[in-house]
């Protein structure tokens, strides 16, 4: 009797194990701009992304707003007409919902965009497509290094 009673607790625990296992899914949400750069104007559109988008994740970041954020930047091609990537990432739904609220707050503490050679966004960026709402699957962020 004590063995099938040890046999079903092992049982139970190896399926709550296996049903945790599978549940890890994030509650963590990015958004996601890809961002061409027009006219050849890398200089001001690097400029304008150093100096302002990072420079409110920074402070977003030190409120605890968003969880992450990242430029990468990536070879212009006729299949991915687009030269940068800015992802922001939030904890979750709840800090995302209030993204807009946040970022205005921010915007005005940190007063007019800064900007190279006098050239407005328009003139050295096109977004190209913005993605909302995109869900993590792993909890855990993993760096691989080497």
């Given at each position: 009797m ?8 092992f049982?139970?625990?190896?399926l ?7 549940a890890q899914k994030s ?14 104007n ?7 992304y150093?100096y302002?988008w990072k420079v ?8 605890k ?17 687009f030269?940068?990537?800015l992802?922001?990432?939030y904890?979750?739904k709840a800090?995302?919902?209030q993204?807009?609220?946040?970022f205005?707050e ?8 800064q900007l ?5 966004p328009a003139e050295?960026?096109?977004n190209?497509?913005h993605k909302?709402?995109?869900t993590?699957?792993?909890k855990?962020?993993?760096i691989?290094?080497?």
């Open positions: 004590k063995f099938i009673n040890s046999k079903k607790i049982i139970l625990l190896f709550i194990t296996i049903h945790f296992s599978f509650e963590r949400i990015s958004t996601v701009d890809f961002v061409q750069i027009v006219d050849g890398r200089s001001e559109a690097m400029f304008y150093q302002n409110l994740r920074l402070m977003a970041l030190e409120k707003y968003i969880t992450s954020f990242e430029i990468m930047e990536t070879p212009y091609s006729e299949e991915a007409p030269h940068l990537m992802i922001t990432t904890k979750d800090q995302y919902e993204r807009e609220k946040h205005q921010l915007i005005k503490l940190n007063g007019e965009p190279l050679n006098d050239k407005k050295f960026r096109k190209l497509f909302e709402n995109v993590h699957q792993a855990e962020i993993y691989r290094k080497g």
